[in-house]
């Protein structure tokens, strides 16, 4: 008999006080404690135990029960199937932005649509999580974050983007950061050199806010920082959706170049006139870039 979402549930729970340490290698896990500690009954978590068994993470103990046999490193380098996770990723990324998930949701509910195990769970909300649009809520259950869902909010994001980045280089508290810079600058050398063409949707708009907020942290303002990475994490998922021709990638990507080497010429004011074109021109674009 398959394993039901309640075991996947708590199962995929233990899983997440491993890799937070709470359950080193070597950790008896005791079912009443775990019970109590999770607010549950002894008979999911003795199912739980013996699915996570079976995946090799926990095994039998010398005085019977369970002990931990991975730790949280070797939990993170197990072998997992990335086209499968992204395209788990992108399905809940779209269902959000049609509305088929409401704003606020359980693992339980997660588990049964989406048919994960328990590891498939904890690697999905730790990967929302962590990119911002989904938070867990006090005692149970999983909220969405605001996320921007239509052109016309997605054009304003840029159309404030063009006021705030430009404005941020020429800050009296500018301050470049040379390495930050070389950094990302590097990052979208390789894109340049051929991997904007191998990247998913996601890596792409990850490299390329990186390049952006690299910039705008050199201007130490911390409204203008906070702001950009909040419309960042809100446009998230709709960029995801976006299909940008790589041809039109690479022209940005080595637009980015052009920026970043304005700035380490100490070239400001012809760094932030290209910036202001640069988001212009983008902002009209059906794209995932930054």
């Not at 930050?180 to 600058?185: D, G, L, Q, S």
């Not at 490299?207 to 809100?234: M, P």
Request: charged share 30%; glycine share 6%; net charge positive.
């Amino acid at each position: 008999m398959p394993p039901t979402p309640l075991t996947r549930q708590i199962a995929a729970r233990i899983v997440e006080r491993i890799r937070s340490g709470q359950a080193p290698a070597g950790t008896r896990l005791v079912e009443r404690t775990l019970a109590e500690q999770l607010n549950v009954s002894r008979s999911p978590v003795r199912s739980a135990l013996r699915l996570l068994a079976d995946d090799g993470i926990v095994g039998i103990g010398d005085k019977g029960g369970y002990t931990v046999l991975r730790t949280a490193d070797k939990l993170t380098e197990l072998p997992v199937d990335r086209d499968a996770e992204d395209a788990l990723y992108l399905r809940v990324a779209a269902d959000r932005l049609d509305g088929k998930l409401p704003d606020r949701v359980t693992e339980n509910r997660l588990t049964r649509d989406y048919g994960l195990t328990p590891a498939q769970l904890a690697g999905l909300l730790r990967r929302i999580n962590a990119e911002g649009w989904i938070e867990r809520l006090p005692g149970y259950g999983w909220q969405f974050q605001p996320t921007l869902t239509s052109l016309r909010s997605y054009q304003d994001s840029y159309r404030f983007r063009v006021v705030i980045e430009p404005a941020s280089i020429l800050e009296p508290t500018f301050e470049l950061d040379r390495a930050a810079i070389e950094k990302v600058r590097a990052q979208q050398q390789k894109l340049v050199d051929g991997d904007v063409h191998t990247v998913s949707n996601a890596e792409l708009f990850d490299l390329n806010t990186a390049f952006h907020e690299a910039i705008i942290e050199c201007g130490r303002n911390t409204f203008f920082i906070d702001s950009l990475r909040r419309v960042n994490r809100l446009r998230r998922l709709i960029e995801y959706r976006r299909s940008l021709p790589r041809d039109r990638a690479l022209t940005r990507c080595r637009e980015h170049l052009d920026i970043a080497d304005l700035l380490l010429a100490n070239r400001r004011e012809e760094a932030a006139e290209y910036l202001r074109g640069h988001l212009s021109t983008v902002g009209v674009e059906k794209s995932a870039d930054a």
